[in-house]
């Protein structure tokens, strides 16, 4: 009697285990809003420019790797013209600092085993002679399209760009 109220037991944990899903659905809901890729653009360092990379490279999937900082630059406001070779120039709360390059798709991003700021962090991008600074200092996402979305609004100030005055 005893080692069937055992196995009932343990069906029951078992059905009851299976039940309860693992999955958390608002970065699943997050990760769909992406939507798909671009046609004929492969995953890698080149792909979805201007969208927040950590909602898939930030430690709960599915990208890999898992990015500590990443972000994307234009050279205007407004998103269009990718930015490539500028170096984006971070210093952490405590002084330690890292310098990231933008691919040919404006793409940039660190990895924590090679640099992980401590919040909050500065921003400065550099092309040539050109510099910008952030007003302000990134306190709560390494993500930069989580706050820099297109178009400039309320709650940005949109993409992240460097171009000579107008």
């Known amino acids: 009697m005893r080692l069937r109220a055992s196995i009932a037991f343990a069906v029951a ?5 299976g039940s309860v899903s693992c999955a958390d659905p608002t970065h699943d809901n997050a990760v769909d809003a992406l939507g798909g890729e ?4 492969r995953p890698g360092p080149t792909h979805r420019p201007g969208q927040p990379c950590l909602t898939c490279h930030g430690g709960s999937g599915p990208g890999s790797p898992d990015f500590s ?15 490539s070779g500028a170096a984006i120039q971070i210093e952490d709360a ?8 933008s691919n040919q798709v404006g793409n940039f991003y660190t990895t924590p085993d090679t640099f992980t700021p401590v919040y909050p962090f500065q921003v400065t991008v550099v092309l040539g002679n050109l510099k910008e600074q952030m007003q302000t200092h ?26 000579p005055p107008q």
């Open 13 to 17: 944990f078992a059905v009851a285990l």
């Open 69 to 83: 900082v990443a972000g994307t630059v234009y050279s205007a406001r407004r998103q269009g013209v990718a930015v």
């Open 38 to 41: 671009a046609p004929g653009v």
């Open 138 to 163: 990134v306190g709560r996402s390494g993500s930069c399209a989580d706050c820099h979305t297109d178009p400039p609004n309320q709650t940005s100030p949109g993409v992240v760009f460097i171009s």
């Open 94 to 101: 405590v002084g330690t600092r890292a310098t990231l390059f």
